[in-house]
């Protein structure tokens, strides 16, 4: 880790004004600059800062810097993403990173965290070695001739599945976008990850309400029960009237660029009846567009399967 200045603003007007990267619970930051991925000048420790909150009043609404397990433990937290979180790490980690971090959290691509191989990502025009080297881990969904890395974060699948927008602040004012348009594919540009602009800051989490929201879930597939990344997940929200699916929210991960809505899922399940043979039928678009590479094609039918499970956990019982 190379030498820097540390600098601990009180007030988040004071943080925007100085320049340097933003540290909150430091599980991704202290990281890569510990492998020298991010070698910042000055680091500006946001704690301090009054971000803090979980109102669920109408909707849901989380300051940016609470923490993952705070989060995850309350009781009007939707099952989506209480369950994502605690599939995310161990509780230590849980305990010390916070919400806004963890949707900025960078991928675990090995290629871009090893600083004495190329990667487009860490140096534009260099290349991207996983297209053509170790890639089992890596995306099928959204990926270009620059960039096949996949996007680690699992609660941030579960806050697209659900329409959550995120509130930023920067020195231009305060800015709210929807979760999924803040984040990029990378085209032709995979350095740029996300929508965050110089100085910006992740201010809070908003989730709309949604009353069938409590029918959701996050089913999360990995090479280890623990402390891993996924290999493919799913978040599903169903809302079942009459044995059938009246509405539905869907959103995957382990297997895209960003976290990966799957409308033609949502749209081939609404109407129909809630049974395992609709789920298959529902499930069976789930990889369109994919482009696998050769040592992760198995992630287009794990896709498919997981979807149906996460599908059939949240109707247990109702298609006996």
């Known amino acids: 880790m190379r030498p820097f200045e540390l600098t601990a603003p009180a007030t988040v007007e004071a943080a925007l004004s100085a320049p340097g990267t933003f540290l909150a619970g430091g599980t991704t930051v202290v990281d890569l ?3 020298d991925v991010l070698t910042p000048q000055q680091v500006v420790d946001i704690n301090g800062l009054p ?3 979980i109102d669920t009043g109408d909707g849901l609404r989380i300051g940016a810097l609470e923490r993952m397990g705070d989060i995850a433990a309350h009781p009007g937290v939707y099952p989506a993403i209480s369950r994502a979180l605690l599939l995310s790490a161990s509780q230590q980690l849980r305990n010390m990173a916070s919400i806004g971090g963890n949707l900025l959290q960078r991928t675990r691509c090995t290629y871009f965290r090893d600083v004495a191989m190329p990667c487009n990502k860490r140096r534009p025009g260099s290349g991207c070695p996983a297209i053509s080297g170790a890639n089992r881990t890596h995306a099928v969904l959204g990926t270009s ?9 699992d609660v941030a699948v579960a806050l697209v599945a659900l329409d959550a927008e995120v509130r930023l602040a920067g020195a231009g004012g305060e800015r709210v976008l929807k979760l999924a348009d803040f984040y990029r594919v990378p085209g032709e540009t995979p350095e740029v990850e996300n929508d965050l602009r110089p ?8 989730v709309p309400r949604l009353d069938w929201a409590s029918r959701s879930t996050y089913v999360k597939v990995r090479d ?21 699916v009246a509405d539905a929210r869907v ?6 660029t ?11 399940l609404r109407g129909a009846p809630a049974t395992p043979a609709s789920f298959e039928n529902a499930a069976s678009v789930a990889a369109e567009g ?4 050769a040592a992760n094609g198995f992630k287009l039918s794990l896709l498919r399967r997981t979807v149906v499970r996460a599908l059939l956990e949240l109707t247990e019982g109702s298609h006996r």
């Open 251 to 256: 959103a995957v991960g382990g297997v895209a």
């Open 199 to 206: 100085g910006e800051l992740i201010t809070e989490v908003v």
């Open 145 to 153: 001739d620059n960039c096949v890395a996949t996007h680690a974060s």
């Open 51 to 53: 971000l803090r909150g």
């Open 290 to 293: 994919a482009r696998p590479l």
């Open 33 to 35: 600059m510990k492998l």
């Open 258 to 268: 960003v976290p990966w809505r799957l409308p033609a899922v949502e749209a081939a």
């Open 224 to 244: 280890r029960q623990s402390y891993e990344f996924a290999l493919c997940s799913a978040a599903v929200a169903l809302d079942i009237q009459d044995s059938r």
